[in-house]
């Protein structure tokens, strides 16, 4: 049986700001990111199983992304927590923002690196994560592909 890709696209609005950057995004600013997803494995070949012809159900490969990333990075704001934007960070928790502290500068190659390795640790066997597509803007994304990655 051949191996077949999947991709499902998700969207989510977030918040990050670059820490010792020297242009507009120094400044706490949002994206509505796209995230595309693919993924590769051969298709369920059991016909008796209900999920024949399958590579992954799309719903499950939808309740992996939603735990891991959107549900996590929608409406939140992303801060790396070995900067003093630390400081911000608290003050806007304590006021009831949703914050995410990261070992990392939030810029998208970054943060698709992060989104790769959350999204692996949680697919089946079967399944590789193939590649990831992070839209910031309509003209800038980041890619990660694993054959870049192994």
Not at 20 to 40: A, E, P, Q, W
Not at 118 to 131: C, D, E, W, Y
Request: net charge neutral.
């Amino acid at each position: 049986m051949s191996n077949i890709r999947i991709t499902k696209q998700f969207s989510f609005e977030t918040g990050h700001a670059l820490y010792g950057y020297d242009g507009k995004c120094k400044n706490v600013h949002g994206h509505s990111y796209r995230l595309d997803v693919t993924v590769i494995g051969t298709p369920i070949s059991d016909n008796t199983n209900v999920k024949f012809g399958m590579v992954i159900d799309f719903s499950d490969l939808k309740k992996i992304v939603k735990e891991e990333i959107v549900n996590v990075f929608d409406h939140a704001t992303v801060f790396n927590k070995n900067t003093p934007h630390v400081e911000l960070a608290k003050e806007l928790a304590d006021r009831g923002h949703d914050i995410i502290l990261v070992n990392y500068q939030p810029t998208s190659e970054m943060m698709v690196i992060d989104f790769a390795k959350k999204i692996k640790k949680r697919l089946p066997n079967n399944i590789k994560l193939h590649s990831l597509k992070l839209q910031e803007t309509a003209t800038s994304f980041a890619e990660w592909f694993a054959s870049d990655n192994d």
